[in-house]
């Protein structure tokens, strides 16, 4: 690794993708030197960030989405942008890193020299989005990646924090597999600014028209996410490629209605917003757990807790009563 913070910050500038690489596994690392080295290159590259466009995909187990984004993907390297690709992956349960299963699914893409796909691991955080998603994200767009794809682990309960992060939110579906509505959750619909139904090919047509059907009826049933845009219900295959060029063309809709309307510079401002507090309750949640007298007291309350020895609620307040002495002993 390189010891100049400079030199990362002047190797993503000129696009040199090992550089990128490198940057973002300081990034992603735990340990403090390179977590403050990541913080120097991340505020250098500031001004040079915020120009790409970010999506974000989700969907549900088997719709098929890395296929969709190397077929997404390569389309639009074609038409001459620059894709990075932050795959989410599950994490290991026992080594926390990355399966890295989707850039082995997504071949002609990871061999894009126009596309750059980093898989990274969600080290259990919930919604499936890495705890250094947005930092990584500002160095592919500073590195000059113009669109920049965000893939998550699924549709779970916490989606509306990748819809938080970027301009536009797909949900890829599937046809054919029983209730289509049991698929997905109201609070991802809320915040979908299209629904795709993936592989309308073969016998499945008709099939996926029904679907199309069904998730139009229950959109018009909820408030529009934002004042400017209605969700649409698209279909597509991405085997067969087709489809694929019509979700651009809603995608470039969506960015010039919120971007005339001004609604789209709004979005960004609560996006900076929403990033400092999830850094802030990040870091008061790694200052609590390592204060020394927490560290020393938390397996005697854990026990205490699980022998019904004391209540949760009470040993909660003495573990918060530790801040409480250093906030008072620090004035």
């Not at 507090?277 to 007291?297: C, H, I, M, P, T």
């Amino acid at each position: 690794m390189l010891k100049n913070p400079q030199e990362y910050v002047d190797g993503i500038l000129n696009q040199d993708r090992l550089t990128l690489a490198r940057t973002i596994t300081l990034i992603e690392s735990t340990l403090p030197v390179h977590q403050e080295m990541a913080r120097i290159i991340v505020d250098r590259l500031l001004p040079y960030t915020g120009k790409g466009f970010r999506i974000g995909i989700t969907g549900v187990p088997g719709a098929g989405k890395s296929t969709y984004i190397e077929s997404f993907g390569n389309m639009l390297t074609q038409m001459g942008h620059r894709v990075a690709v932050l795959a989410i992956d599950p994490s290991s349960s026992r080594s926390g890193g990355s399966i890295l299963g989707d850039k082995t699914r997504m071949e002609k893409l990871a061999v894009n020299p126009n596309a750059f796909i980093r898989p990274s691991p969600s080290s259990g955080t919930l919604g499936g989005v890495g705890r250094k998603t947005r930092e990584t994200m500002l160095v592919c767009e500073a590195a000059g990646y113009d669109v920049v794809i965000i893939e998550t682990v699924g549709v779970g309960q916490s989606e509306t924090t990748v819809a938080s992060m970027v301009d536009f939110f797909l949900v890829l579906m599937i046809a054919g597999a029983g209730d289509e509505l049991q698929g997905i959750k109201k609070g991802v619909l809320e915040v979908a600014d299209t629904i795709v139904i993936n592989k309308a090919d073969g016998d499945n047509v008709m099939r996926t028209e029904i679907a199309r059907k069904e998730y139009e009826t229950a959109l018009h049933m909820l408030m529009p996410n934002s004042p400017n845009w209605s969700p649409q219900v698209l279909t597509c295959s991405s085997l067969e490629h087709r489809g694929i060029d019509k979700i651009w063309e809603t995608i470039q809709d969506h960015r010039k209605k919120l971007t005339d309307s001004g609604e789209m510079s709004e979005k960004r401002k609560h996006q900076a917003l929403d990033w400092m507090s999830f850094l802030l309750d990040e870091g008061l949640r790694q200052w609590f757990y390592n204060d020394a007298k927490v560290k020393a007291a938390m397996p005697v309350l854990r026990k205490d807790v699980e022998m019904k020895r004391t209540s949760p609620t009470a040993a909660a307040d003495t573990l918060l009563a530790f801040l409480k002495e250093n906030a008072e002993y620090n004035k």
